[in-house]
């Protein structure tokens, strides 16, 4: 540190040292690391630890319940295939129905225009 005392214009400074070592004290505080650690990080970490926990406990419970759901979705889906089939099945045994009664109704045009073309025969005779 440099020797503010010494000026040109006082003499009795001048076989003084320009610089002068002065013992310098500082008050210092040091903290514990492992209180600190206790006092603040400690409650922040268990806060965490409850907050996953919760957070684990509430998607395991979101997970079943869209489980179940999905799965009962799928029931009504096979409840609703199972009669869109069994409607097909019917209409399918009309549809055969409907085929014979137009093959029987066919023939009996058949058999009514041979009727009507005998009975015009008759009629002009």
Request: no cysteine; aromatic share 14%.
């Amino acid at each position: 540190m440099k020797n503010h005392r010494k000026k040109w214009y006082k003499p009795w400074t001048w076989f003084e040292d320009s610089y002068i070592e002065e013992d310098v004290y500082e008050y210092r505080e040091y903290v514990d690391l492992t209180k600190i650690r206790e006092e603040f990080l400690a409650p922040i970490r268990f806060s965490l630890e409850e907050n996953f926990n919760s957070t684990k406990d509430y998607a395991e419970r979101e997970k079943n319940n869209l489980k179940a759901y999905f799965i009962s979705e799928i029931n009504q889906l096979e409840q609703l295939m199972k009669s869109r089939v069994q409607e097909i099945k019917q209409l399918a045994s009309h549809s055969n129905e409907l085929k014979e009664r137009i093959e029987e109704n066919k023939k009996k045009k058949q058999w009514l225009d041979n009727f009507v073309a005998r009975l015009d025969s008759i009629l002009d005779i």
